[in-house]
């Protein structure tokens, strides 16, 4: 264990001498910094405030990230191969990015905030998105094909013409009961909900009837093409 965590160790310690900034950090303030191309390459950061920082080009590959705030931040050509992020503020982040920022910034995102989101028209196919939150998101025309959305909450969000098919959408809950995507007053006209999937445990997965994507779902799925 010790031999497999040492260069770990001496990675994160590199990291802290090439940017001034420490490989492992709870709480830390680089707030509106200038971190253009900083290299964070497997860092670990829980609470860690970033927002408003321009981080344009930084490397956060392999890195893991735990509540750390984004809000605002300048992410263009921001890379996130490999990195792990879980609660993480979003929102003014998005707005902006292309369709390759996108994807390496939702690669694996667990509860991410992304409130009110520019998306319209993006290509997010074969995200992991689970449980993030894009109530309000702007996402006409967007693609989500094969992509792990279950729990998202699109909440009023604007679905027109969007491509969600052979999307991971719903999962069940420990009692039994499915639970989906959040499609409470989203504008789902056009919507292509073809081959959505159902998971249990997040594999095992079939394709999701009609009744149980609507309860899960908790809408009635009008102007959806579901077949």
């Known amino acids: ?20 900034l ?7 303030d680089f707030a509106n910094r ?18 408003g920082a321009d981080l344009r080009g930084a490397n956060f ?4 990230l735990v509540g750390v705030d984004f809000d605002g931040a300048k992410l263009h050509g921001a890379r996130f191969a490999g990195a792990k992020l879980v609660g993480i503020d979003l929102r003014r982040a998005v707005t902006g990015l292309d369709d390759a920022d996108l994807r390496s910034l939702f690669h694996d ?6 409130k009110g989101a520019e998306l319209a028209g993006r290509d997010l196919s074969g995200v992991a998105m689970v449980g993030t939150d894009l109530s309000g998101a702007r996402a006409r025309g967007v693609r989500f094909v094969g992509a792990n959305i279950m729990g998202v909450d699109f909440r009023d969000a604007d679905l027109r ?16 009961r499915a639970g989906c995507a959040d499609f409470r007053g989203a504008d789902l006209h056009g ?16 394709p999701v009837d009609a009744a149980t994507l609507r309860s899960g779902s908790r809408s009635n799925l009008d102007g959806a093409i579901l077949q």
């Open 161 to 176: 013409d969007a491509d969600l098919h052979d999307a991971k959408l719903c999962s069940y809950n420990t009692d039994g």
């Open 1 to 20: 264990m010790i031999g497999l965590f040492s260069p770990l160790l001496s990675l994160a310690l590199s990291v802290a001498v090439g940017t001034g």
């Open 34 to 51: 200038n971190l253009q191309n900083a290299d964070l390459s497997n860092v670990n950061y829980v609470g860690v405030d970033f927002a």
């Open 191 to 206: 919507a292509s909900l073809r081959g959505v999937l159902i998971c249990r445990n997040g594999h095992d997965c079939r």
């Open 61 to 64: 590959s392999g890195a893991n």
């Open 22 to 28: 420490p490989g492992n950090c709870t709480g830390c």
């Open 109 to 114: 995102c667990t509860g991410c905030d992304a």
